[in-house]
T-cell receptor, first 113, second 106 residues
Framework: DTGVSQDPRHKITKRGQNVTFRCDPISEHNRLYWYRQTLGQGPEFLTYFQNEAQLEKSRLLSDRFSAERPKGSFSTLEIQRTEQGDSAMYLC???????????FGQGTRLTVV | GIQVEQSPPDLILQEGANSTLRCNFSDSVNNLQWFHQNPWGQLINLFYIPSGTKQNGRLSATTVATERYSLLYISSSQTTDSGVYFCALAFNKFYFGSGTKLNVKP
């Protein structure tokens, strides 16, 4: 297994466009997490899934953000009508189960111009 | 809510020196992890350590769950140790500290 994989690694988009990121967790990991990180800050929680069920969403996840994990495998994070403030590194992680060791992907760096 | 505090926020070392990074947390530990963020932004697992002491080469970590803190020791530091170190507490999701930025000078 090659670990958590995120695609794309970099994305530059114009303000107002929609973007979608993909995360492939480690196989057989039931938990999948999305975090966002801006320069000089620690990662901020966005949402997490237990299999296909989205169990919690942060208040940071406005109406423009949506995440899915169909069939409990890969996950997508979509941002609609992007704003400059959405520019950040988006990190995905997976763990076997609740409170077990988590592994992070390489991240997707989003720049909104 | 759950609070995770790391200290110091910044640390500058001469190559070969030793250092101790601290992580204080406000709640009981289900899982505590230490990460090193590489220059490309990926979080690399260092330790999964809800309690006790672990060692991996020049790095070791100790978590004292009853006193709600964890320590990361780096011995004989190298320039490749530079970067940001995060601790994260698991309570359904992961709560991150703000990190310690380490700069090891040759």
């Amino acid at each position: 297994d090659t670990g958590v994989s995120q695609d794309p690694r970099h994305k530059i988009t114009k303000r107002g466009q929609n973007v979608t990121f993909r995360c492939d967790p480690i196989s057989e990991h039931n938990r999948l997490y999305w975090y966002r990180q801006t320069l000089g800050q620690g990662p901020e929680f966005l949402t997490y899934f237990q299999n296909e069920a989205q169990l919690e969403k942060s208040r940071l996840l406005s109406d423009r953000f949506s995440a899915e994990r169909p069939k409990g495998s890969f996950s997508t994070l979509e941002i609609q009508r992007t704003e400059q403030g959405d520019s950040a590194m988006y990190l995905c992680a997976s763990s076997l189960d609740q409170n077990t060791e988590a592994f992070f992907g390489q991240g997707t760096r989003l720049t909104v111009v | 809510g759950i609070q995770v505090e790391q200290s110091p926020p910044d640390l500058i070392l001469q190559e070969g020196a030793n250092s101790t990074l601290r992580c204080n947390f406000s709640d009981s530990v289900n899982n505590l992890q230490w990460f090193h963020q590489n220059p490309w932004g990926q979080l690399i697992n260092l330790f999964y350590i809800p309690s006790g002491t672990k060692q991996n080469g020049r790095l070791s970590a100790t978590t004292v769950a009853t006193e709600r803190y964890s320590l990361l020791y780096i011995s004989s530091s190298q320039t490749t140790d530079s970067g940001v170190y995060f601790c994260a507490l698991a309570f359904n999701k992961f709560y991150f500290g703000s990190g310690t930025k380490l700069n090891v000078k040759p």
